[in-house]
Structures are given as C-alpha cells and as structure tokens.
C-alpha cells in the first residue's frame, strides 16, 4: 500500500508530508484548494509529462516521492519482473523536476520513465475524473475485458500476434512478387546487365589495393628514380663523397693502429660490418634501377582497370567484397525470376497457411474471450447493483471485424439495461455521467480483485451522483477498502463519512504566497468537514448533528456488513 507521501515545490505545494493508513482514505477540501494537484503528483509518477510550469514560483525543481510498502505476493513478484527487489519489503518512487526534465529513482537508483511508470502499474491504479469516458469507445472495452482474463488471455494474444506479424511477411512476399509479364521482362533485362556488367570485369578481392600501389609507383616513377639515383650515389664509393668511399677510407686508418692497440679490434670488426651493410645496400639500389621500368602501355592498362573498378564501386558497392555480393543478390533475383511461376505459387500457399494459423489462433482467443466474458458480465451485474441499479442488465457483445489485427478479429461492445423493459443499448447511448463513472467503478474493482493491486485512487468518482446512489457508492468504496488501500477525492458526505482515514486539503496564504496543505481530521474536526460538506458556508448545530449521524451510521455499517 501506498505508506508516505511527499511532495515539495510543485504548483501551490510548497512542502507536505502524508501518512496514508489502510482501508478507505478520504480527501476533501473546498474548491480550487488543490486535490487535483495532489493526484498530478501521483500521476507524475505513472508517467505523467511534466512541464517547467509544475514548478513552484522562484523554486528551482520540485520533488514526489511515493514510498510504497509491498504486501501482496502477486505485486512482488511483478516486481521481480522488472528487476526491482523490495527493500525491507518497502519500495520508494521518486521523480525530481527539473526545468522540464526529470531525475527518476526507484529505491535510489536512477531509471528511465517507462521503468517507474512499470513499477508503479504494479502497485497503484488511479481513475481521474475524466477517465470513465474512455469506456465508451470499443478499444478501451477489450483492454478491459483482456485484463481481466489476462491468465489466460495474454499468451494466446502473444500467439495471435505472432501469427499476425508471419501473415503480414507473407502478404508482403506475394505482394513483391505481384508483376505482369512485362514488367518481369524489363526487371529480368535490368538484372542480366547488371550481372554481365560485374561477371565480365573478373573482380578479384583485393586486387584495387594492389593496382592502387601500382598507379602510385607508375605515376611517381620520374621521382623514383631521380631519388634512386641520388641515393645510390650518396653511399657509393665512386666519388669522394660517396659514403662507402668515406667508410673505407676510415677503415683504412683504423686498420693501421689496430696492431698497436688490442681494445681497437672491436671498432674495427664494427667498422668492417658497417662497411659491408653499406656496399650491400649499394648494390642492392643499383640492381633496383636495372630492373625498374616505367613503360607507358603498363600505366595506361593499370589506370583503364582502376577506373573500371571504381565505376563498378559507384553502381554497387564500396569495396570489391561489396560488388561481388551485389552481384549474388542480383543473381537471387534473377533466379526467382526465372522460377516466377513457382515462386508465385509458393508465396501463395504460404500465405494460406499463414492466414489458417492465424484464423485458428484468433478464434482460440475468441473463444477465451467469450467464456470471460460470461464471467465478467455476471460480475458487472452484481457490482452495479450493489451501485444501485436495481434492475440493470448488461452483457458483452462479439463482433468480427472485417480484418485482422495482431489483437485478433473480436470487436467487442459493452450493452447496458438500466430500467425494467429496456433492451440492451451501447453505453453511450444509454448512461449519463454518474451512471458511467459507477459502471467504471464496479470495473475497477472487478479488475483490482483480479490483479490485487494494493492502492486504488479515485478522483471524484462521485460526479452526477447523490442521494439513495451516493450511499450506495460509499458502501461500495467500503467494501473495497476492505481488500485494499482506497484514496478518494470526494465532495459528498456520504463518502467521506466511510472514511477509514479522514484528510483535509486546504489553501491558505503564508509569507504573501498560496500554500496547499494537508492533514488528517480526527473526532470533531472530522465531524466539521461533513458539516461543511452537508451544509455549505454555515455550520449549524443541526448540520453538527446531522454529520454526527451520518457518520456513526457509517461505523455502524462498517462493524455489522464488513466482518
């Protein structure tokens, strides 16, 4: 359940701090004083878009922390899931805001938004004001209905959605290979040209390396040899200058007074060897320039084949490697080309098998659908008469839709009764805006029972109500504050008179600034606010006394119904 609350800087908040209890927890507060800023702090953490404006005046971030402590089994090990282990069985949610971005940790450690919106899922659910209303539309009515059988439903949507994607490969197949004659004849011509173009330049790997270092020698062959030849002459022993003549010449003197000198030996069998590896290199460079040639025919031939490989580069391929693979994907083409016929033929049995998979597959799940959705109807029914609708009727109708999806074929629509005689109508044409958000409610418990999700919000959930109904809901919200944490945002006193836990939100000046803040009402403070609730502006010793009432009929049912 959700156990701590704080919240600094966002909006009219400048700080606050919420110990929630178990069982119903109850919100009220007049007008404009910032129940719904309290829910968007919540719903920041579920992932909320955030914006610099959330920020309080003159702060420079604004902080919601939610610390949460994990009782349920089943919200546990969604959890481990995720990778996120409980500490001390307790696990805290905090999001920073800071101009327009966000810092996001989950027990300290930094995570992406979808990461807390994930975790978060798994421990609370909120239903804003507005939220009954996307119960009207189909595509909300099979989420819910597919959350609710969700054991079972989910692995053989995974399965539907697999054979959808194998369907949709094979629609594209045949599709690629839907031409008239003429057109294969003209993609046949392209592709043979195409592969005679690369065939007939006999490509090796590796070979534009080489004929690269071939341009470049051939290219600088004057400057090769004038360099050659300086060399060759500079450790020569032709002239006086030449280095071997210069080595032989100290040579010569160093032989001379080695006789006299034992320690000169060494520097002189050095000398000897610097000597020889000088002559060598000599020759070497000599031998080189005999055999180097510079032939215009050679240089022509090598910059025809380069230009031809870099042709090919620009058509096909970046390197050799890349051409060469060009060219076998080309020669596939062409080879289901060639084979049009019984290719055609394959792709179109492919996809008949395809589709009857997936058509097995869809009506598995269907058929999954439509025994939870029996379950769920007489679910339905009995939470919306305990709402006060006496003699409702509702049911869930199957259509098929004219296509696949990876969801299946099933349309679904929810058809509600809510007088002796009627016939079943869809929602939208039927229900008003309080009988819609207490159908939303029966579902929300319905699905919370399901999934054991430990902390419910609802944020006036009590809008188009009143009288014998609101009772009736406040009874409801009991019960179901008796299996998990409830926070509700209410302006009637019926409601708030359920209350397990009782907090005021109120807006008041501090320094010249609006501040919203927030604490429990107990015994007589709590007995004002359903006075305020009941009577308005004045409170009279009768309203007193009428909240009174109302709320020791309220433990009363608790004690005697909720054993």
Known sequence: MLAHLHVKNLALIEEIEVEFGPGLNILTGETGAGKSILLGSMQLILGSKISRSMIRENASYALVELLFEVENPKAGQALRELDILPEEGQVLLSRKIMDGRSINKINGETCTVSQMKAAASCLLDIHGQHEHQSLLYPEKQLEILDAYGKERILPEKEKVKAAYQEYRKCIKALKDLDMDEEQRNR????????????????????????????????????????????????????????????????????????????????????????????????????????????????????????????????????????????????????????????????????????????????????????????????????????LNFLDVNFDIQFQRKSSYTEKGFDEVEYVISTNPGETLKPLGKIVSGGELSRIMLALKAILADRDQIETLIFDEIDTGISGRTAQKVSEKMAVIGRHHQVLCITHLPQIAAMADTHFEIEKHLKDSETITEIHPLYGDDCLRELARLLGGAEITTAVLENAREMKELAEEYKSKKLK
């Open 187 to 386: 993609e046949k011509a392209f592709l043979e040209f195409e592969i005679q173009e690369i065939e007939s330049a006999r490509l090796t790997a590796g070979e534009d390396e080489e004929l690269e270092k071939l341009y470049r020698k051939l290219s600088n062959g004057k400057k090769i040899v004038e360099a050659l030849q300086t060399v060759h002459g500079l450790t020569g022993y032709d002239g006086e200058n030449g280095a071997g003549e210069i080595i032989g010449s100290a040579l010569r003197e160093l032989s001379r007074v080695t006789e006299y000198d034992p320690d000169l030996e060494g520097m002189e069998s050095s000398l000897q060897e610097i000597d020889a590896l000088v002559n060598d290199f000599n020759r070497e460079i000599s031998s080189y320039l005999d055999e180097l040639t510079f032939d215009d025919e050679t240089f022509f031939e090598t910059e025809q084949r380069l230009d031809l490989i870099n042709g090919l580069k620009a058509k096909y391929g970046q390197q050799i490697e890349g051409i060469l693979a060009y060219q076998q994907k080309q020669q596939q083409k062409l080879e289901n080309l060639l084979k049009f016929e019984e290719n055609f033929l394959e792709a179109k049995e492919n996809l008949a098998k395809a589709e009857k998979c997936l058509e097995k597959a869809s009506q598995d799940l269907s058929k999954i659908r439509q025994e939870y959705s029996r379950q769920l109807t007489e679910q339905v029914i009995e939470g919306l008469r305990d």
